[in-house]
């Protein structure tokens, strides 16, 4: 059984960082693709950033420069460091995992709730 566990969420003003975390049980960090994917109120899930299990990066073009992905096999984890958050951040963020060969995200996280706000 493959579970996800989002973590590091919280209240923000503008222009400031959070670190989210996601521990992931069930599968080796570095044998899976993640990402994380984010939903608005009142709006459709998108997609944030990925990183595949060969190290590949992608991410969305409104957070290039701001967001970064990244893992740690030791602790099993994958990590979305958040800089300079604007007000339109603010969502629920989900992790997400796909097996190799698998185009959908399969495993999905609860989510963590992250607001900017002044």
């Known amino acids: 059984q493959v579970t996800l566990v989002e973590s590091g969420g919280g209240l923000v003003e503008p222009g400031g960082s959070l670190r989210l975390s996601c521990t992931i049980t069930?599968?080796?960090?570095?044998?899976?693709?993640t990402a994380w994917f984010r939903q608005a109120p009142g709006k459709e899930r998108e997609f944030v950033a990925a990183?595949?299990?060969?190290?590949?990066?992608s991410n969305a073009e409104s957070v290039t420069g701001r967001f970064t992905i990244s893992r740690d096999n030791a602790k099993n984890t994958v990590n979305l460091v958040m800089n300079s958050l604007q007000f339109q951040d603010t969502a629920v963020y989900y992790c997400?995992?796909?097996?190799?060969?698998?185009?959908?995200?399969?495993?999905w996280g609860r989510g963590t709730r992250v607001t900017v706000s002044s």
């Open positions: 069930g599968r080796a960090i570095d044998s899976i693709s």
């Open positions: 990183l595949d299990w060969n190290g590949g990066r």
């Open positions: 997400a995992g796909r097996d190799r060969g698998v185009a959908a995200y399969r495993y």
